[in-house]
């Protein structure tokens, strides 16, 4: 089985920047498409970012394109999400989630609370 621990949350000020990281457990992360989610309060999680197993594609919310980078570091079984030009509506608990390639998500992190105050 796969483990993730996310890391890098905390509070911001608006138009600051945050750079999350999430750490795999196991042999397996480079076959995984990773992704980032997030759930503010009273909010259903929403999709942020995925990333391909090799890099080469990686999909966005409208809502943070052209802000957050997602990337990975397979040598460390890391993924990492750099945000910059963060709003207060970003603020909510962001989750690493990972999937074997062709199925959901079915491996998640514990979350990490995001804040951005205005």
């Known amino acids: 089985q796969v483990q993730l621990v996310e890391s890098g949350g905390g509070l911001v000020q608006a138009g600051g920047s945050l750079r999350l990281s999430c750490v795999a457990s196991?042999?397996?992360?480079?076959?995984?498409?990773m992704g980032w989610f997030r759930q503010a309060p009273g909010k259903e999680r929403e999709f942020v970012a995925a990333?391909?197993?090799?890099?080469?594609?990686?999909p966005y919310a409208d809502s943070v394109k052209g802000r957050f980078t997602i990337s990975r570091d397979n040598a460390k079984n890391t993924v990492y999400l750099q945000m910059n030009s963060l709003k207060p509506e970003d603020t909510a608990v962001y989750y690493c989630?990972?999937?074997?390639?062709?199925?959901?998500?079915?491996?998640w992190g514990q979350g990490t609370q995001v804040t951005v105050s205005s």
């Open positions: 989630a990972g999937a074997n390639p062709g199925r959901s998500y079915n491996y």
């Open positions: 196991g042999r397996t992360f480079g076959s995984l498409v």
């Open positions: 990333i391909s197993q090799s890099g080469s594609n990686t």
